[in-house]
């Protein structure tokens, strides 16, 4: 038997094993492409691996256009301005703060909604009381790839008039009720960073079936140019590169081969795990496609012998990097903590669910080995649950306040 790092044994990796270390395509196919593109000289502004990028995100999702961004973050602020959001837009807090940032950013108050506890997405049944006449839209989050409740929020907002678009940074290659993801609400933005399961090192993109939305956005993306000397909207620099494209492209072309992998060790993980008394992983068993981009485990206070935070801090000492995506919430981080100091009080599954999830190593570079090593980690820690929490109180008593 292993001793565990946190209690002075030696680290089971001796290099730290990252959630998000980036799947790679073709190397051969990415070079080339890079090859080609400095042959050409066309390195950016609308160039032919951007539009062939484009065209097989359309083919994918079966969406009409494709609008690529240089990364999602700027994707969300570019779609909610084209929206014409303003006010306050609802959001769920349980997400990535570029979900709440893209809107605070050009002043539009993100007010946070709750999760529901089971799916850890947007929970519909609390939208209404949060609405106000200064509400303009709801952005639902596709929280790990998983759809949110789109028919019960879209039911919602037609009632009030509001506007709905998608954060589905995490979504790409899922499915909702037999509908790929992106051909729901106004648009939803995919996230294409280094560290998605396809990526183009940075990059992301709005997907939408309007077209005047779509054309509107290509404008704002390129400065609000629509001809050489023309400018028709406020607009940014928000395009994505030809090198990205590039990258992107052999990723696209590995996609199928990147989610067996993910599959496998999301199957894996659950075949160890699930002998653990306290820990699950979400589930993705559901009629719709999935990803399976993200090995997520639920720690249960009431039965696991380590918390959450015990079992990261254990894990980090072995040298596995897991995360606490995405604790504490928007609403603890600033500026919205500041903002809004009691919005915790409207969110209880929030606080709680974030307390206790957990992200793992998964993709490309993590074999089987690794994920056999990673449970033997948790199931021998949570087996020696004193010595571990000793071990912590000793490493916190002398680490500097
Ligand atoms: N909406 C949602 C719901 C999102 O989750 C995100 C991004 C966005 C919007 C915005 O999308 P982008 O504007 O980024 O396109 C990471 C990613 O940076 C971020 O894209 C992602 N979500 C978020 C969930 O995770 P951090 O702050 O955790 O990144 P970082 O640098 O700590 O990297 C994560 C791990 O990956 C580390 O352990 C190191 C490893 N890594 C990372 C990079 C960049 C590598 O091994 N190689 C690499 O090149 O946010």
Same mark, same amino acid.
């Given at each position: 038997?292993?001793?565990?790092?946190?209690?002075?044994?030696? !680290?089971?990796?001796?290099?730290?094993?990252?959630?998000?270390?980036?799947?790679?395509?073709?190397?051969?196919?990415?070079?080339?492409?890079?090859?080609?593109?400095?042959?050409?000289?066309?390195?950016?502004?609308?160039?032919?691996?951007?539009?062939?990028?484009?065209?097989?995100?359309?083919?994918?999702?079966?969406?009409?256009?494709?609008?690529?961004?240089?990364?999602?973050?700027?994707?969300?602020?570019?779609?909610?301005?084209?929206?014409?959001? @303003?006010?306050?837009?609802?959001? !769920?807090?349980?997400?990535?703060? =570029?979900?709440?940032?893209?809107?605070?950013?050009?002043?539009?108050?993100?007010?946070?909604?709750?999760?529901?506890?089971?799916?850890?997405?947007?929970?519909?049944?609390?939208?209404?009381?949060?609405?106000?006449?200064?509400?303009?839209?709801?952005?639902?989050?596709?929280?790990?790839?998983? !759809?949110?409740?789109?028919?019960?929020?879209?039911?919602?907002?037609?009632?009030?008039?509001?506007?709905?678009?998608?954060?589905?940074?995490?979504?790409?290659?899922?499915?909702?009720?037999?509908?790929?993801?992106?051909?729901?609400?106004?648009?939803?933005?995919?996230?294409?960073?280094?560290?998605?399961?396809?990526?183009?090192?940075?990059?992301?993109?709005?997907?939408?079936?309007?077209?005047?939305?779509?054309?509107?956005?290509?404008?704002?993306?390129?400065?609000?140019?629509?001809?050489?000397?023309?400018?028709?909207?406020?607009?940014?620099?928000?395009?994505?590169?030809?090198?990205?494209?590039?990258?992107?492209?052999?990723?696209?072309?590995?996609?199928?081969?990147?989610?067996?992998?993910?599959?496998?060790?999301?199957?894996?993980?659950?075949?160890?795990?699930?002998?653990?008394?306290?820990?699950?992983?979400?589930?993705?068993?559901?009629?719709?496609?999935?990803?399976?981009?993200?090995?997520?485990?639920?720690?249960? !206070?009431?039965?696991?012998?380590?918390?959450?935070?015990?079992?990261?801090?254990?894990?980090? =000492?072995?040298?596995?990097? =897991? @995360?606490?995506?995405?604790?504490?919430?928007?609403?603890?981080?600033?500026?919205?903590?500041?903002?809004?100091?009691? =919005?915790?009080?409207?969110?209880?599954?929030?606080?709680?669910?974030?307390?206790?999830?957990?992200?793992?190593?998964?993709?490309?570079?993590?074999?089987?080995?690794?994920?056999?090593?990673?449970?033997?980690?948790?199931?021998?820690?949570?087996?020696?649950?004193?010595?571990?929490?000793?071990?912590?109180?000793?490493?916190?008593?002398?680490?500097?306040?």
């Amino acid at each position: 038997m292993h001793n565990l790092a946190i209690a002075g044994g030696k !680290p089971r990796f001796t290099e730290p094993l990252h959630v998000g270390r980036p799947n790679v395509g073709d190397r051969r196919q990415i070079l080339q492409r890079i090859e080609g593109l400095i042959e050409r000289r066309w390195f950016t502004n609308d160039g032919p691996l951007v539009r062939e990028f484009e065209q097989k995100i359309c083919g994918i999702t079966g969406v009409k256009h494709c609008v690529t961004m240089c990364n999602a973050t700027v994707a969300l602020e570019i779609a909610i301005r084209a929206l014409g959001f @303003r006010g306050e837009v609802i959001i !769920p807090s349980y997400t990535f703060v =570029a979900t709440a940032h893209a809107l605070q950013w050009q002043e539009i108050t993100p007010v946070f909604a709750d999760i529901d506890a089971a799916t850890l997405n947007l929970d519909p049944g609390c939208l209404e009381r949060l609405i106000t006449p200064r509400t303009t839209g709801i952005i639902g989050v596709h929280l790990w790839g998983r !759809p949110c409740n789109i028919k019960d929020v879209e039911a919602i907002a037609k009632r009030h008039n509001l506007k709905v678009m998608y954060d589905a940074a995490h979504a790409f290659g899922c499915s909702d009720g037999g509908k790929m993801v992106g051909n729901f609400g106004e648009c939803e933005v995919l996230s294409f960073h280094a560290t998605k399961f396809i990526n183009s090192f940075e990059g992301g993109a709005v997907v939408t079936n309007n077209s005047e939305l779509a054309e509107k956005m290509r404008f704002m993306r390129n400065f609000g140019f629509s001809d050489y000397d023309r400018v028709s909207y406020l607009g940014t620099n928000g395009k994505m590169p030809e090198v990205c494209a590039a990258m992107g492209l052999a990723s696209l072309e590995s996609m199928d081969d990147i989610i067996q992998v993910n599959l496998k060790n999301y199957e894996e993980y659950k075949g160890r795990l699930n002998e653990v008394a306290g820990l699950s992983l979400i589930d993705y068993t559901s009629t719709g496609k999935r990803n399976y981009h993200y090995v997520v485990v639920q720690v249960d !206070p009431s039965v696991s012998t380590l918390n959450r935070d015990e079992l990261v801090e254990t894990l980090h =000492a072995e040298n596995v990097l =897991a @995360r606490k995506y995405f604790w504490p919430g928007c609403h603890r981080m600033q500026p919205y903590k500041a903002l809004f100091p009691n =919005a915790h009080l409207l969110l209880p599954n929030t606080e709680l669910r974030a307390a206790q999830l957990m992200v793992l190593p998964t993709g490309q570079c993590v074999s089987s080995k690794d994920i056999a090593e990673v449970c033997d980690v948790l199931s021998s820690a949570l087996g020696q649950a004193e010595s571990v929490k000793r071990a912590i109180a000793q490493r916190k008593a002398v680490r500097p306040a």
